[in-house]
């Protein structure tokens, strides 16, 4: 039988991803020693209480019912938690719970836009920002992130005619994959340009506590008029490692949080009620560990950087998230190219720019996911390979 398939799924690719996998699965069989700094997830454990309030909550047979909503104590946990962390005063009408990031992100578009509505999305930008509002036939129009402008978009350089038919723009700071901060003036400004325009902003906020340089990530919310234009996603993922639980939250502006909530309501029964619990634990629980593991983070990054220049790399401290931003060294113009041969010569894995737009091109991806030693190590298999010319 010849399957045809929908416009929309032939449109996403698995592209280099597939090409990097065959390529590590070769180089093990091979047994030859791998340094995988392609994928985001923490290789840092839960708090111990975390875990313990999953374990306890899952010996309740009454907890694998459909949950249907959040719980309760979760939503007052959040509360707590933003209040606490961000000095945000929420009503809970303006938080949600959603099953991570990536998920809402892939949704959000549908309760805000219709088919041909635009989109504005960074280039370069996490790929999520431009496939969920494509996958509700919205027409993107990417704004340019250039190192020039530390990576902040130009309002100015966008048509007038753009902005006004534009209903919603995602940003995202401390960036993936640019790993940059923006200043306050920033937020001042994208508020402006949204009350302007009418145009609802969703901030991405997955690194807000993985910020470096002794400085504190903070809310796109605590700026004046943000809750009047926008909402903000908040990810329990990376400040928590509860990355497989899939708990993140909406909050902002309560129309919008009831009209996405009740769009959920067609396709989601609710997580899983121990996972819940978990996440009532995280919120409510100590912030020592996290700012520990902020640290850490912090360590790795100065041991790869550090390193890459060392040996002949120009590669620049990130200013946050669990990533370094790396332009490619002398003597290469092709991400994806480098990021095979690196593969091959070094065993150190990478992932092109251009898997986060047209503008990632002349970049890599590395994840600070290895311990300092290990980061060490793969910064000795570079040069051993010859690729990096002084």
């Given at each position: 039988?010849?399957h045809?398939?929908s416009?929309?799924?032939?449109?996403?690719?698995t592209?280099i991803?597939?090409?990097?996998?065959?390529?590590?699965?070769?180089?093990?069989?091979?047994?030859?020693?791998?340094?995988?700094?392609?994928?985001?997830?923490?290789?840092f454990?839960?708090a111990?209480?975390?875990?313990d309030?999953?374990?306890?909550?899952?010996?309740?047979?009454?907890?694998?019912?459909?949950?249907?909503?959040?719980?309760?104590?979760?939503?007052?946990?959040?509360?707590?938690?933003?209040?606490?962390?961000?000095?945000?005063?929420l009503?809970?009408?303006?938080?949600?719970a959603?099953?991570?990031?990536?998920?809402?992100?892939?949704?959000?578009?549908?309760?805000l836009?219709?088919?041909?509505?635009?989109v504005?999305?960074?280039?370069?930008?996490?790929?999520?920002?431009?496939?969920?509002?494509q996958?509700?036939?919205a027409?993107?129009?990417?704004?340019?992130?250039?190192?020039?402008?530390?990576?902040?978009p130009?309002?100015?350089?966008?048509?007038?005619?753009?902005?006004?038919?534009?209903k919603?723009?995602?940003?995202?700071?401390?960036?993936?994959?640019?790993?940059?901060?923006?200043?306050?003036?920033?937020?001042?400004?994208?508020?402006?340009?949204?009350?302007?325009?009418?145009?609802?902003?969703?901030?991405?906020?997955?690194?807000?506590?993985?910020?470096?340089?002794?400085?504190?990530?903070?809310?796109?919310?605590?700026?004046?008029?943000?809750?009047e234009?926008?909402?903000e996603?908040?990810?329990?993922?990376?400040?928590?490692?509860?990355?497989?639980?899939?708990?993140?939250?909406?909050?902002?502006?309560?129309?919008i949080?009831?009209?996405?909530?009740?769009?959920?309501?067609?396709?989601?029964?609710?997580t899983?009620?121990?996972?819940?619990y978990?996440?009532?634990?995280?919120?409510?629980?100590?912030?020592?560990?996290v700012?520990?593991?902020?640290?850490?983070?912090?360590?790795?990054?100065?041991?790869?950087c550090?390193?890459?220049?060392?040996?002949?790399?120009?590669?620049?401290?990130?200013?946050?998230?669990?990533?370094?931003?790396?332009?490619?060294?002398?003597?290469?113009?092709?991400?994806e190219?480098?990021?095979?041969?690196?593969?091959?010569?070094s065993?150190?894995?990478?992932?092109?720019?251009?898997?986060?737009?047209?503008?990632?091109?002349?970049?890599?991806?590395?994840?600070?996911?290895l311990?300092?030693?290990?980061?060490?190590?793969?910064?000795?298999?570079?040069?051993?390979?010859?690729?990096?010319?002084?």
């Amino acid at each position: 039988m010849n399957h045809q398939f929908s416009d929309k799924a032939n449109q996403i690719q698995t592209g280099i991803f597939a090409l990097l996998d065959a390529k590590k699965n070769e180089l093990l069989s091979q047994g030859r020693k791998i340094y995988n700094l392609s994928v985001g997830t923490p290789d840092f454990r839960p708090a111990q209480h975390i875990m313990d309030a999953v374990c306890k909550a899952a010996a309740d047979p009454e907890n694998y019912k459909y949950a249907l909503v959040e719980l309760p104590e979760l939503l007052q946990a959040a509360q707590r938690f933003f209040r606490r962390r961000f000095d945000l005063d929420l009503a809970l009408d303006e938080i949600m719970a959603l099953y991570g990031s990536q998920e809402g992100m892939t949704h959000i578009a549908w309760a805000l836009c219709n088919p041909g509505d635009i989109v504005l999305t960074p280039n370069p930008g996490y790929p999520i920002f431009s496939i969920g509002p494509q996958l509700c036939d919205a027409q993107l129009w990417e704004y340019p992130l250039y190192p020039e402008r530390g990576f902040l978009p130009d309002f100015d350089a966008i048509p007038e005619d753009v902005a006004r038919r534009a209903k919603l723009m995602v940003v995202s700071y401390p960036g993936n994959p640019v790993c940059k901060l923006a200043p306050e003036s920033f937020y001042r400004e994208l508020i402006d340009f949204a009350k302007r325009n009418e145009i609802v902003i969703l901030h991405d906020n997955a690194y807000a506590d993985l910020v470096f340089g002794g400085r504190t990530g903070g809310s796109f919310l605590s700026y004046e008029g943000a809750k009047e234009v926008g909402i903000e996603f908040y990810s329990l993922s990376k400040t928590f490692n509860y990355t497989g639980a899939r708990v993140s939250f909406a909050i902002g502006n309560a129309e919008i949080i009831r009209k996405f909530k009740a769009l959920r309501t067609q396709f989601d029964y609710g997580t899983f009620l121990p996972v819940q619990y978990g996440a009532i634990a995280a919120l409510d629980g100590p912030f020592d560990g996290v700012l520990q593991q902020c640290r850490d983070y912090e360590e790795r990054n100065r041991a790869l950087c550090d390193g890459l220049r060392e040996i002949g790399w120009d590669v620049p401290d990130s200013e946050g998230t669990m990533f370094v931003w790396a332009p490619l060294p002398k003597g290469y113009s092709n991400s994806e190219q480098f990021c095979l041969e690196l593969m091959e010569r070094s065993g150190v894995i990478a992932v092109p720019g251009t898997s986060f737009g047209s503008l990632g091109e002349g970049y890599i991806r590395l994840a600070l996911v290895l311990p300092p030693e290990q980061l060490r190590e793969a910064v000795e298999s570079i040069r051993r390979s010859g690729m990096i010319q002084p």
